[in-house]
């Protein structure tokens, strides 16, 4: 059975055009269905605003969704009072794309690192102490940066950051919003790096949400390729990139930069018109489906 299984799930949002018009509904996620086996690392790929974090957030219930399911162990979380949810949360956790906003700049790094455990109200206060500088540690940051302040870090420090204060009550799933595209290139490496082999270390299933089709090619071996809220695609990783079933896929991957620097790989132009958004996934080979 999948650690996580997510069925038809709906996101809805009001906007006004104007102040003087009626209210319409903008569909941001529109029926996203996928399950993620313990311990895999999943990616969910697509150009901005196609709806990967909004269904990220959806999961977690950081915003609430419209309709759908999801199933956490067998448990319905859409369900969960917020009693029942705030219990689940230490099983789940998110690594945000931006560590400059997500931490607060008023607290200090350790009190950061150790707001979770606080708030669950897990072990001592030395107990915890000695918690945030173990996590230090496994994500590679000295101790004796838990006295300094958010904007006293790198970018790389920060999201080292993010990511202990993720670990610190043990989860088992993972959620990582594009958890290095805020950082200078020659940092990104450092953290995926450092995310895999957590996830290696610790058991976890990670949902890896980023529009960087190398990171997510290197990083799961699973991805589903989403497009105006819908996923158009979802297979194996090198299923995927080695025959790609859908127009909006073989765009995509050929927009991806080739490693060597006089290749003339050609570009696919991509044409709206070529998606039918009402199209359902089938199967077009085992662990691959398509919406063509």
Request: hydrophobic share 45%.
């Amino acid at each position: 059975m999948a650690l996580v299984d997510v069925r038809g799930l709906v996101k809805e949002f009001s906007r006004r055009p104007t102040p003087w018009s009626r209210p319409e509904r903008i569909r941001a996620v529109d029926g996203v269905s996928f399950a993620i086996d313990a311990g895999e690392s999943f990616g969910l790929v697509g150009e901005s605003g196609c709806g990967k974090t909004t269904t990220g957030r959806c999961l977690l219930r950081l915003i609430e969704p419209t309709a759908g399911s999801f199933a956490f162990g067998g448990e319905e979380v859409f369900g969960m009072t917020s009693g029942q949810l705030r219990s689940l949360r230490r099983d789940m956790q998110m690594v945000f794309q931006d560590p400059a906003s997500s931490l607060n700049p008023r607290m200090r790094i350790g009190t950061i690192i150790e707001e979770g455990l606080t708030i669950h109200a897990i072990g001592t206060a030395s107990g915890r102490r000695e918690r945030v500088r173990e996590l230090m540690g496994l994500v590679g940051l000295d101790d004796t940066l838990c006295k300094r302040y958010p904007h006293e870090l790198s970018g790389g420090q920060r999201q080292r950051v993010g990511l202990a204060r993720a670990l610190a009550l043990q989860p088992s799933f993972l959620i990582a919003d594009e958890p290095v595209s805020a950082l200078d290139v020659s940092i990104q490496a450092q953290i995926i790096n450092l995310l895999m082999d957590l996830q290696q270390r610790l058991a976890l299933t990670l949902l890896l949400v980023a529009h960087d089709l190398r990171l997510v090619r290197h990083v799961c071996t699973r991805v589903a390729v989403m497009y105006r809220g819908r996923i158009l695609e979802m297979g194996r990783t090198d299923a995927i990139f080695q025959a790609p079933a859908h127009p909006y896929t073989r765009a995509l991957l050929s927009a991806v930069p080739d490693p060597v620097p006089d290749a003339q790989r050609p570009r696919i132009p991509f044409d709206a018109a070529m998606v039918d958004l009402q199209a359902p996934l089938r199967e077009i080979a085992p662990d691959h489906v398509a919406a063509i």
